[in-house]
């Protein structure tokens, strides 16, 4: 898919990393990571002008995250029809008003793997759009211009710079994952008793 | 009381989450490790784009045109190699074109357009010839 998506980028340019970026970020498997970094050398290369085609991904990876909050928040009733009477929902909804922000910003460049669920939850969970189009826009900027600068600088030599952004995303989510466990494990398994007076 | 199904789930969940740390810590550290070993060309260098000249970074999704520009050989000269012709294969992938015209010998046309672009590559000024000492 990768080998695919690249060799359309060098015949195509800007217009159709427009398109891969927007379909990806409405939850198609692509590897996006890769292709700005990527594209990132191409315009190092001359093949891409860097302002252009920076642009054109920006503008379109936040358009395509602005159609998975929107699927997220027009299905909201027939979700909350399934769980709204669970006390887990209303908690999570809770939470993600509190730490939402920088699960968007986060998961837009660095645990990208999880950034349509997290989309769909911001939509569902009927977080602020303008809030959310702020963590967007900060996170997609890291993203392109930050990762496809890295390209940029690497040059040819690219692809180095892409697999340790790949590996170090997956062992961020990782690391999420062991600590939710973690701390589920504190929560859960706590003396009750810590309320109780001493009988004395 | 902790039921079993929240036991369940802990236990997935720190099993999950140390298989993943485990996998990607090691190969996240084995890439940086190349990284470091890579150093970047300076960014702001005169010549922006400077020529290729390692030609185990070909890959399969590349075009000729694409080879062409980066290695500086003409493509041309790399269709001629190949033996096939330049009209309607300008677009298509190293990948692409060895299926098309040699789909018995997987990774022929790889190397044959290594082949051809270490025999005809420009050399590059060496360092001391450019750069006389006082």
């Known amino acids: 898919m990768a080998d695919f998506l690249l060799t359309q980028i060098i015949n195509y340019g800007a217009p159709i990393l427009g398109l891969i970026v927007f379909i990806g970020a409405m939850g198609a498997p692509f590897p996006g990571t890769l292709i700005i970094v990527a594209v990132g050398a191409f315009c190092r290369q001359g093949f891409l002008s860097w302002p252009i085609t920076g642009l054109v991904a920006f503008i379109c990876v936040v358009l395509g995250d602005g159609v998975s909050y929107s699927m997220g928040y027009y299905a909201r009733e027939s979700i909350l029809r399934r769980f709204s009477a669970s006390p887990q929902w209303n908690r999570a909804e809770k939470s993600f008003q509190n730490w939402g922000g920088m699960s968007i910003f986060l998961t837009r460049f660095l645990i990208t793997g999880i950034a349509v669920p997290v989309n769909l939850l911001a939509g569902t969970g009927r977080f602020p759009f303008k809030r959310f189009l702020m963590y967007d826009l900060a996170g997609e900027a890291i993203w392109v211009f930050g990762y496809g600068g890295l390209g940029y600088l690497f040059g040819t030599q690219w692809e180095v710079v892409s697999d340790f952004i790949s590996n170090f995303g997956g062992f961020v989510l990782g690391l999420v994952v062991l600590v939710a466990g973690l701390l589920l494990a504190r929560r859960l398994l706590r003396p009750k008793s810590s309320k109780i007076d001493d009988p004395a | ?134």
């Open chain 2, 1 to 134: 009381m902790i039921t079993s199904r929240q036991r369940t789930l802990i236990t997935i969940l720190i099993v999950i989450g140390s298989v993943i740390v485990g996998f990607f810590g090691w190969r996240a550290f084995r890439a940086f490790n190349q990284v470091r070993e890579h150093r970047p060309p300076p960014p702001f260098a005169p010549e922006a784009a400077p020529v290729e000249t390692d030609v185990e970074l070909i890959r399969d999704w590349m075009t000729i045109s694409y080879i062409s520009k980066t290695y500086h050989v003409p493509s041309k000269t790399l269709f001629d190699a190949l033996s096939i012709p330049s009209r309607d294969n300008e677009e298509k992938s190293l990948a692409q074109l060895n299926e098309k015209y040699s789909p018995q010998t997987p990774g022929i046309i790889l190397e044959v357009v290594k082949a051809a672009i270490l025999a005809n590559q420009t050399p590059l000024p060496s360092v001391t010839a450019s750069s006389p000492q006082p």
